[in-house]
């Protein structure tokens, strides 16, 4: 049979041509960017690869849709209970390792080395002396070790850092040093120099990072948030960095975005907003994930990076 | 014989503090802040630990001096010819690469993450989502490879760079994917997207990032200097940045230091001053370099990190 494929995304032109020269058999693609201008004959794709928030606007347009593949790891836009969930959905994995990693390292890095201070410093032409820390003998927490969560770790232990991992029960990186689970919530915080989260917005990790967590960190701990905003209560937060009692917070990622201009964050002290800009989503790295499970599909193998409706990532 | 130490740094409490707890046999035990405040016995002392800015202005009032171990690296200030060079001399090696590796590396994150765009973008309550790059498969190129060129290439190869390293003669580190010597200068410098200089201040480094070399960089080419400030042509390089034909420098060093305020490298487009801490010398890990030597010393055995005044390292 031929598969009818919709590729609905701001870069459906980059995405088709990927695909495209992967000449996949028995394949009709149509593409589009705006998912309220679609053609007729997108009514009969079975197939659609794009960006969730496009993908929940014209899946209601779409009776025939029987898998989706997501070019995000976050599918929040599809969980909607209104949409339809009569279909398979696959996410994006196992690609953003690399650039979470050089986010949260480079902004962990610019902590130790009292970058922005010194950038300060420099356009009063002063000499600042003030001598940088170090990550090595530090201690880094993970929210959450999936695949990102793992190269994270692996990239910890190549700067000599002690690594600590929250999960829901998994216990599988080895370069994890100890594991916690649910209710060692606080004792995964206590004497911890930096938290990373990396969770997916899901009801089990909504407010991880709440005035009870922030209270176990010590005041010198950095919060680094490049993965869901939903895991932060924004507004504990921010009394804790205003009243001094942590040391900075690096946020990618928030309830609303864009981050509105008059909200208190932008201005809230030793917050740094990156824009939601941590791991996006590049097309020669997604186009692969799509392609191959595309093979798979017509092989009548299972499909890879199946998301659970009902556990939501 | 009984030895006579004097511990000569502005650190000389936490020095001594170090040296003493080693408990170290046949040795008395001086220590000073200030060379022109020296006590009448220092002039019997045959062993000095400390910093070379320091050493120089003694050591003609010291004429019993035998060995004398540098707290820094760069041990300029003692090759001065108005000076004695009829003495053992070691400095510190070893123990800067962790440090410079968390230098570098956080810089060059720093550039590809656009971080200091974004934090003046925070300033306007901008949502900035300019994206930024990776190190992943770009080049890095190592003027000098020694034990801190080798721990850089080592996380380099983590972060999926390739490395070049342009060196006198040596080829032993097996993360530097292509090393070039000599007149091979330029052709080292093409093509790379990072350049690194970590070499000694000697006759055959001076100027070595000459007008030349940087004409040879891609304009994409950023510089990083936690090295010696002899290196670099600052003249030229301020040209190349302003013209836009490279497209940043990092500079920890300088010809004369504290880069005075009217020195127009404080506002060259592009660059930032770190005012020479980018690896500073920490007493818990440069003392250890003296107890062991020491060691040696006692039992007849060679000192480690000689220095060889001819070859000014």
Not at 165 to 191: N, P, Q
Request: include cysteine; aromatic fraction near 8%; charge should be neutral.
């Amino acid at each position: 049979m031929t598969h009818r494929l919709l590729i609905l995304s701001r870069h459906a032109d980059s995405y088709r041509h990927h695909i495209e020269a992967a000449a996949l058999p028995d394949l009709e693609i149509m593409s589009a960017a705006d998912p309220d201008a679609l053609p007729e004959v997108a009514r009969r794709c079975d197939l659609v690869f794009g960006e969730p928030s496009l993908i929940a606007k014209a899946l209601p347009r779409m009776p025939n849709v029987r898998w989706v593949q997501a070019t995000w790891a976050g599918v929040e836009p599809l969980l909607n209970p209104a949409l339809r969930h009569d279909y398979l959905l696959t996410n994006a994995r196992g690609v953003f390792g690399v650039l979470m990693t050089e986010y949260v390292f480079g902004y962990m890095l610019a902590h130790e080395r009292r970058m922005f201070e010194k950038y300060e410093s420099q356009k009063q032409q002063r000499w600042d002396t003030r001598p940088p820390g170090s990550l090595r003998g530090k201690t880094i927490g993970l929210l959450g070790v999936g695949t990102i969560g793992a190269t994270l770790a692996r990239t910890a232990k190549h700067f000599g850092m002690s690594v600590r991992g929250f999960t829901r029960a998994s216990r599988e990186c080895v370069d994890v040093d100890a594991y916690y689970h649910g209710s060692d919530r606080l004792s995964f915080a206590a004497g911890l120099d930096y938290v990373v989260s990396i969770v997916p917005n899901t009801a089990g990790t909504r407010r991880l990072i709440d005035r009870d967590f922030l209270a176990a960190l010590p005041a010198t701990a950095v919060i680094l948030n490049p993965g869901r905003g939903s895991v932060i209560d924004h507004d504990a937060l921010a009394d804790a960095l205003s009243a001094g009692r942590l040391a900075a917070a690096i946020l990618d990622v928030f309830d609303a975005e864009p981050l509105p201009p008059e909200h208190p964050l932008w201005r809230t002290p030793n917050v740094l907003v990156t824009s939601h800009t941590a791991a996006l989503s590049i097309p020669a790295d997604i186009a692969p994930l799509f392609i191959d499970n595309y093979r798979r599909l017509v092989r009548g193998e299972p499909l890879k990076y199946r998301v659970d409706f009902n556990l939501e990532y």
